[in-house]
């Protein structure tokens, strides 16, 4: 069983910075991870995938080239740098891990597709 620990979720001003920090419990080397937010009122929406190997990422058109995903596997760790920030960005945003498919080196955008969540944080930005 994992048990992932979203940290970093804050207020910031429109234009602003946050780095998320997904801490998982257990060694998730070997999974895809991926980050979610849900403003309220709203169905839960992929943010940022990577792979297990960290050599692949994707991004939802609407964070592309302002949010980076990463990952420190040493650390059983996967961030979420946000940049450029808008107030459209408020929400709950949350970390998954995907079980391991070792052959397959992918991310995955769709929340079914993933067996572990955290909590959540909250981020919200004021414009």
């Known amino acids: 069983q994992v048990q992932l620990v979203e940290s970093g979720g804050g207020l910031v001003q429109a234009g602003g910075s946050l780095r998320l920090s997904c801490l998982a419990s257990g060694t998730v080397s070997n999974y895809a991870m991926g980050w979610f937010r849900q403003a309220p009122g709203k169905e839960r929406e992929f943010a940022a995938g990577i792979s297990w190997s960290g050599d692949t990422t994707g991004y939802a058109d609407s964070v592309k080239g302002r949010f980076t995903v990463s990952r420190d596997n040493a650390k059983n760790t996967v961030y979420l740098q946000m940049n450029s920030l808008k107030p459209e960005d408020t929400a709950v945003y949350y970390c998954?891990?995907?079980?391991?498919?070792?052959?397959?080196?992918?991310?995955?955008?769709?929340?079914?597709?993933?067996?572990?969540w955290g909590q959540g944080t909250q981020v919200t930005v004021s414009s």
């Open positions: 998954a891990a995907r079980r391991p498919s070792p052959l397959i080196s992918r991310y995955y955008v769709y929340t079914g597709e993933y067996n572990y």
